[in-house]
């Protein structure tokens, strides 16, 4: 097989959501010496792209876009192996976490996914997360942009908790803060001096992206 | 025509008919109790009380409690030993659980599990032999016992346990970082055989329901359109619910379903189903379906509405500006019930603005009505 073909053959194994093919195709793409980095860039990332498409359209739903996620870690534990280094252009680098005292992570988690095919580097502090761990993670991975999430109304303060932190620790001007979760408003990001508030996955990905690009290139 | 009382109210409004006023009950689990909330009670605000009408037994399986350190936070680990194996599930508890009431917190927040009692393949047939093995026992005095104290001042619903998918997806499996979707993709065959056996054991429990006293049965679904998608609801939920409606319609009992989520991508199905009453349905902020056209797309159903806790955490003004809105876009009144609260706790402030509109929502609505709340507050 030419590497054209199995590069398309990565790519539609995502877009299929087939676990077996993604790694039957990863083992003998590598076998046939196609670059690793190659596999991932221009076969899997196309993949997930238009999964990502996809969900942001409507056509697919969540359990798509998740299990898609799945299908390319399947694939990218029999590439990673080959590869040496990491020569992979990032657009910018977003450290995300649901807040503590909450336990929901399928927003933050589809923000996560949209934000890696879309090309950032995401570290992800999970869920629960106390506020110190969050200034601890902006200090030490020095982010452009910190994502908070929130399901509950209860833990929704730790959000305006966190900016708050931020600023005592001088840290509030060398971020974007972004937030999201079902029951969070403009009204509250406002209150609690966030930059943004994301409507959804989608347009709060699109803003992250507006932030890191120079305005004369959007 | 004579005030109605606050449960005649509810009733009426439930059953499609008109009542004098917008019905507005708190839910006793979410209830401060206190100066406030019996004044609010007091300007007509109703009570809810949601027992279940039955009782659970395990055969054949030893349930085992111990604290745990996991990773590095003391948790609760229940153990269920079965004769085909063992499973686990972790839990952590904040400050209040146990000490009040419905296993809450003082802030309001109910246990989550850090391990769900589904983790690997082999699980699967450990949970499948314990609800194989579940009996369900039609115990009614809860339901009677809360009937006898509310009386008049409001309603008291069967509660049954999420529907058979619900369960796996936000419980035994659960849904953080996706591990239903992965387990349902990867796994077709063992999620669907312990979703027919759950659903299987859960018939008896809707007789029970069926014939407890109380009027009306709540499914506590938890329903989000984001992780139940019309696929997932057509496949899992429908077919559940036309059965559990069969069994309590033969009854003459309402079905409720508990829907808090943003259930806008499911709004033709929900249509669709046996179900009477959509309870805690959000409107936006919160959810996604604005309350005006849940009542105007579902024709046959009522909608209990829940007061979405973002508007709360903006304060009284906020709280006003939201009811109001919402009594603008509801027509008459009619076929709603309006829930203070379906998740936390309410602050006195918010608590009283809220009674102050809706306590003088006389049915049917107009705009001249609502102007004059509107001025009464000013």
Known sequence: MVKEKYLASLKKSIINLDFNAVVEVAKAAMDAGVDPHIAITDGMVPGMTIVGEKFESGEYFLSELVVAGEVMNEGLKVINPYIKGDSAKRLGKVVIATVEGDNHDLGKNIVTTLLEIHGFEVVDLGKDVPTDKIIDAVKERKPDILGLSALLTVTMPKMGEAIEALKVAGLRKRVKVIIGGSPVTSEFAESVGADHCAVNAAEGVRKCTEWVTPREVR | ?378
């Open chain 2, 1 to 378: 025509m004579a005030e109605m009382t606050r449960h005649e109210r509810i009733m009426t409004a439930t059953h499609k008919k008109r009542a004098d006023k917008l019905p507005f009950f708190h839910w006793w689990r979410h209830s401060q109790i206190g100066w406030a909330e019996r004044e609010c009670r007091n300007r007509g605000m109703g009570m809810c009380w949601q027992r279940p009408p039955y009782i659970m037994k395990m055969h054949g399986v030893d349930i085992a409690e111990t604290q745990v350190v996991s990773p590095g936070e003391v948790v609760l680990r229940r153990t269920y030993s079965t004769p085909v194996g063992s499973i686990y599930l972790d839990e952590k508890r904040e400050p209040g659980v146990g000490q009040w009431h419905a296993l809450r917190s003082w802030r309001d927040v109910l246990p989550w599990q850090t391990e769900r009692l589904i983790k690997e393949p082999e699980d699967y047939k450990v949970l499948k032999y314990m609800v194989e093995n579940t009996e369900y026992i039609p115990y009614y005095f809860p339901v009677e016992q809360a009937m006898d104290w509310l009386g008049e001042d409001g309603v008291v619903i069967d509660e049954l346990p999420h529907s058979p998918m619900q369960m796996l997806m936000i419980d035994w499996i659960g849904s953080e970082g996706g591990r239903f979707f992965i387990h349902h993709a990867k796994y077709p065959d063992l999620v669907e055989d312990l979703y027919r056996a759950i659903s299987k054991s859960r018939e008896p429990l809707y007789e029970i329901a069926a014939k407890s006293p109380a009027p009306i049965t709540n499914f506590g679904d938890n329903i989000d359109g984001v992780l139940v998608n019309p696929k997932l609801f057509q496949k899992y939920f429908m077919p559940e619910y036309e059965k559990m409606g069969k069994v309590l319609h033969e009854h003459g009992k309402l079905m409720a379903v508990h829907m808090d989520g943003r259930v806008g991508v499911l709004k033709d199905l929900i249509a669709k189903t046996p179900i009477d009453i959509v309870e805690a349905l959000h409107p936006p902020p919160m959810g996604d379906l604005p309350i005006g056209e849940a009542l105007s797309l579902w024709k046959d159903k009522v909608v209990w509405t829940g007061f979405p806790g973002s508007v709360y955490i903006l304060g009284p003004e906020a709280v006003k500006k939201h009811a109001l809105n919402l009594l603008r876009e509801i027509g008459s009144g009619d076929r709603l019930v309006v829930e203070m609260s379906t998740e936390n706790l309410v602050s006195n402030e918010n608590l009283l603005m809220l009674t102050s509109i809706l306590e003088n929502a006389d049915l049917p609505l107009t705009k001249e009505k609502i102007d004059r709340i509107e001025k009464s507050l000013a």
